[in-house]
């Protein structure tokens, strides 16, 4: 059994209040954000690699990373 610490910004949901939130904080480069599809595919891509986690932790910017590729190469959002 393997355990993987994730360390995401603040979690986007495409509410209006959270997007505003998370473009204020990109500005001022106080927390990154990432929205919450990236992070699930994110999460699940390296749950069921044959390869286990990446690295340890994923940063934001890696969850954002992965989450995207994963997004790309399904045809999510």
Known sequence: MQACVAKPGIVTDGSAARS????VARL???V????VEEL???MLNQIVSPSGFEKEPLTND???RIG???????GGK
């Open 20 to 23: 505003v939130m998370a473009a």
């Open 68 to 74: 995207r590729a994963v997004l790309d190469k399904t």
């Open 28 to 30: 001022t480069n106080v």
């Open 62 to 64: 890696d969850l954002k």
């Open 40 to 42: 699930a595919a994110a």
């Open 32 to 35: 990154s954000y990432i929205s």
